[in-house]
Structure formats: structure tokens, C-alpha cells
């Protein structure tokens, strides 16, 4: 039997099954003690042109800039990081990874942005990725 070409609705069924993915969990699928909460994964390379990012400079980026931001809590990890530039070259560099819980307002979006901003300001990066997801939390 010939293989047939996807059908015309191959594409926005995939791409809706995909949006459906990133739309919050529907009303009554947490659990009653949790709740409707964001989780931003921040991924934050640490080569610039100044040289590596070093630990204190991060401790000084996480009290100064995250904490304020963020004062119920956050967690930090190191990671091995690799991403394609701009120029299309292969990256690889160490990288910190900042894992954010936090409500899905204006304000918590607005201070995911800034923070993404004042990293790459502050350490000369061309970018810094940032992976969104709602999630069921409980304390």
C-alpha cells in the first residue's frame, strides 16, 4: 500500500494538541489541597566576554535580583548547557538553572522578564531560556 501525504489538518491538529499542553490544568484537576501555580525553568549560560560568570557573582545576581523579586523561595542548580548562537555555532558552557514557582499574575511575569533582562545585561549573554509551565502545587 502507498504511503499517503498527511492530510491538510496534520499541522493545527498538532500545533492544538501542543497549545493544549501549556493551558492550565482544568478547574477541579488538582488536588483540593493544591493549587493553580506557574513554574518558570530560567536557563542562564555563564561564558561572557568579561570571562565565566564565577560564584559570587551569581550569589551577588541571586540576592540583588532574584530574591527581592522572589522572596517566597526559589531553587538554583548548576548545569551543562549547550544552545545554537546566533552565528549558527554549537555553545556548550556551564549554566545555572533558576526554578521559580510563583501565581500567574502581571506581576510575576513581569519580574521573570526583568530578571531575564538584567542577566543578560548584567553578564554580556546574547539570551537566556526561559520554559514555562502550570503546575498543582501544595505546600
Not at 33 to 62: H, K
Not at 130 to 136: K, L, S
Request: proline fraction near 9%.
Amino acid at each position: 500500500m502507498p504511503v499517503r501525504p498527511l492530510s491538510g489538518l496534520a499541522v493545527p491538529l498538532c500545533v492544538a494538541l501542543l497549545a493544549g499542553c501549556a493551558a492550565k490544568p482544568p478547574a477541579g484537576s488538582c488536588a483540593p489541597q493544591e493549587t493553580v501555580m506557574v513554574n518558570d525553568l530560567i536557563f542562564l549560560g555563564t561564558d561572557s566576554p568579561a570571562g565565566q560568570v564565577s560564584e559570587q557573582a551569581w550569589e551577588d545576581f541571586l540576592r540583588e535580583a532574584v530574591t527581592p523579586r522572589f522572596p517566597q523561595g526559589l531553587t538554583a542548580w548548576r548545569a551543562a548547557g549547550q544552545w545554537r548562537g546566533n552565528d549558527g555555532s554549537i555553545v556548550k558552557e556551564p549554566s545555572f538553572v533558576l526554578d521559580l514557582v510563583h501565581p500567574d499574575d502581571p506581576v510575576s511575569e513581569t519580574a521573570v522578564r526583568e530578571l531575564q533582562a538584567e542577566y543578560k545585561t548584567r553578564f554580556q549573554q546574547e539570551a537566556t531560556m526561559r520554559v514555562r509551565q502550570n503546575a498543582c502545587v501544595s505546600f
